[in-house]
T-cell receptor
Framework: RKEVEQDPGPFNVPEGATVAFNCTYSNSASQSFFWYRQDCRKEPKLLMSVYSSGNEDGRFTAQLNRASQYISLLIRDSKLSDSATYLCVVNENRDDKIIFGKGTRLHILP | DVKVTQSSRYLVKRTGEKVFLECVQDMDHENMFWYRQDPGLGLRLIYFSYDVKMKEKGDIPEGYSVSREKKERFSLILESASTNQTSMYLC?????????????FGSGTQLSVL
């Protein structure tokens, strides 16, 4: 089983819709989780951390499900500017190893 | 804002050349990283450094070396470039091990080896 898995997409979603995607991780001892956003030909940038209690930042909500070993990202009222690749990042509790998922591509359609 | 600067945005080199990729951060971060990113393979860690003159191998160190003589600068060296090293190279830094997941990336160097 791969360490961190994401559906590569692309997810083609009309503007204004709600979209969600998940990321699964294999190491149950993983301690911390993040979503990064990467625009085409640009560097990844931290979007939000994922806490056990879940967290929300405007239109974005991140959830952690430890029992099933996945994290999720929900985007409400999607905007054209949300089009990007979303990278799931997991910090395994082994030598602070940081694992990047390969990313999920999201296209918001006008 | 944290600034991580990579010396070149695009670079074209020939097979067998020695290549230096430079990265400088201006926020006194302890940790620095070099990744390469390839379509379908995602981000892969080449080397990282916790402190000046310290270096650790990542997942794919073969064919690469690094140098960290000063805290703010982390250099990636391709001793003898090969065509399979054509890739996007991303440098990153983070404040400390307590916050090492909060990586700040440079804008990347697209290296083509002909």
């Amino acid at each position: 089983r791969k360490e961190v898995e994401q559906d590569p997409g692309p997810f083609n979603v009309p503007e204004g819709a709600t979209v969600a995607f998940n990321c699964t991780y294999s190491n149950s001892a993983s301690q911390s989780f993040f979503w990064y956003r990467q625009d085409c030909r640009k560097e990844p940038k931290l979007l939000m951390s994922v806490y056990s209690s879940g967290n929300e930042d405007g239109r974005f909500t991140a959830q952690l499900n430890r029992a099933s070993q996945y994290i999720s990202l929900l985007i409400r009222d999607s905007k054209l500017s949300d089009s990007a690749t979303y990278l799931c990042v997991v910090n395994e509790n082994r030598d602070d190893k940081i694992i990047f998922g390969k990313g999920t591509r999201l296209h918001i359609l006008p | 804002d944290v600034k991580v600067t990579q010396s070149s945005r695009y670079l074209v080199k020939r097979t067998g050349e020695k290549v230096f990729l430079e990265c400088v951060q201006d926020m006194d971060h302890e940790n620095m990283f070099w990744y390469r990113q390839d379509p379908g393979l995602g981000l892969r860690l080449i080397y990282f450094s916790y402190d000046v003159k310290m270096k650790e191998k990542g997942d794919i160190p073969e064919g690469y070396s690094v140098s960290r003589e000063k805290k703010e600068r982390f250099s990636l060296i391709l001793e003898s470039a090969s065509t399979n090293q054509t890739s996007m190279y991303l440098c990153a830094s983070s404040p400390s091990w307590a916050t090492n997941e909060k990586l700040f990336f440079g804008s990347g160097t697209q290296l083509s080896v002909l």
